[in-house]
Nanobody, 125 residues
Framework: VQLQASGGGLVQIGGSLRLSCVAS????????MAWFRQAPGKEREFVAA????????SYADSVKGRFTISGDSAKNTVSLQMSSLRPEDTAVYYC???????????????????WGQGTQVTVSS
């Protein structure tokens, strides 16, 4: 499975950005797709996940109400709509997928076998 993320950039505080991730290859075995982020000097952290079956979504507390994850299974694409952006949202954002992800481990980066290359999001005043 190959993941290609896009859509990052520089945005002002309070602004919005939309990230997209396209999956190719043997995508049928991935029940979840997710977004993580990593700021300089910090560990990679969970942002949001989408379970394809039932379109069930999960979010980190820090982004609830501001970010929305969605997916288009026909296009093997997952998007992350980010609004009301804050300086602490600045990070490299990664999309991820894996056949071993379940509800209990979806926030754990180690559960994901496949990663996109990352896209930089910078929130500035």
């Amino acid at each position: 499975v190959q993941l290609q993320a896009s859509g990052g950039g520089l945005v002002q505080i309070g602004g919005s950005l939309r990230l997209s991730c396209v999956a190719s290859g043997r995508t049928f075995s991935n029940r979840y797709m997710a977004w993580f982020r990593q700021a300089p000097g910090k560990e990679r952290e969970f942002v949001a996940a989408l379970k394809w079956s039932g379109r069930v979504t999960s979010y980190a507390d820090s982004v609830k109400g501001r970010f929305t994850i969605s997916g288009d299974s026909a296009k093997n694409t997952v998007s992350l709509q980010m609004s009301s952006l804050r300086p602490e949202d600045t990070a490299v954002y990664y999309c991820a997928a894996g056949p071993s992800v379940i509800q209990s481990n979806l926030a754990n980066p180690s559960a994901y076998a496949f990663w996109g290359q990352g896209t930089q999001v910078t929130v500035s005043s």
